[in-house]
């Protein structure tokens, strides 16, 4: 890939991710973005596309998550609905430059994920690393733990800081090793649930040039 071409790829991510970002945060833009991406300007098709694969993402991490979660009772008059029967979504947007320190890469990844009280499920993808996920079987931690079993993980932590683990997800690598799937299925902890509001957690990827991380994303209420 050309030096130009590459800077074009990276400059319509950060548009996208601009873009997804905005429509997170501030729900009454929607439709203002709507419009924007409804437009024959340069990227909007890229923008529309990840849009969509952003709600696909969702829509597999919901249908998921509503197979094992039981019904919630019927509630009587003199109950309210609890919110433990309330489907919450987020998304997360990985780049290189939500890494601590920031990495130089033009991958990019991105999930959405479903909870219902305090199960939670991620569904997601990646592609462009720079080099395979990093084996944390033959480049382990130090001090080594078993639960850092694949290269991508969830934390707990503020943006600026790398914050300790707290899951790894379980990855499908496409054929080039530089792309693929994840998913996770958690039940969170009430520590890790208040994180989860308070936009402290995050998913982050390794990859064996970028052992330290080349994507991170912040979990944002969708």
């Given amino acids: 890939m050309s030096k130009r071409r590459k800077s074009f790829v990276n400059l319509m991510l950060g548009v996208v991710t601009c873009l997804l970002l905005v429509s997170i945060s ?3 833009m929607s439709q203002g973005i709507a419009r924007w991406l409804s437009a024959p300007a340069p990227g909007s098709t890229l923008a529309t596309d990840m849009n969509r694969h952003l709600a696909a993402q ?7 998550l509503l197979a094992q979660t039981e019904p919630a009772p019927a509630p009587t008059t003199d109950s309210a609905p609890t919110s433990g029967s309330t489907i919450v979504r987020y998304v997360a947007v990985m780049t290189g430059k939500e890494t601590v320190p920031s990495a130089s890469t033009f991958a990019f990844g991105s999930a959405g994920a479903a909870l219902i009280g305090n199960r939670f499920v991620i569904r997601g993808d990646f592609s462009g690393l720079s080099s395979p996920l990093r084996d944390f079987a033959t480049d ?4 080594p733990n078993p639960n850092v079993n694949s290269g991508i993980h969830v934390h707990k932590g503020e943006p600026s800081k790398n914050g300790p683990f707290q899951y790894a997800l379980t990855v499908e690598p496409g054929a080039d090793q530089l792309s693929g799937r994840f998913k996770g299925e958690y039940t969170l902890t009430e520590e890790q649930l208040q994180a989860l509001s308070n936009g402290t957690l995050y998913m982050d990827l390794h990859t064996k040039q970028n052992r330290t991380g080349e994507l991170r994303g912040i979990f944002k209420a969708y």
Avoid: K, M, R
């Avoid at 382990?140 to 001090?143: A, G, H, R, Y």
């Fill in 58 to 64: 969702l829509q597999q991490a919901e249908t998921v």
């Fill in 140 to 143: 382990p931690v130090n001090p």
């Fill in 26 to 28: 501030s729900p009454s």
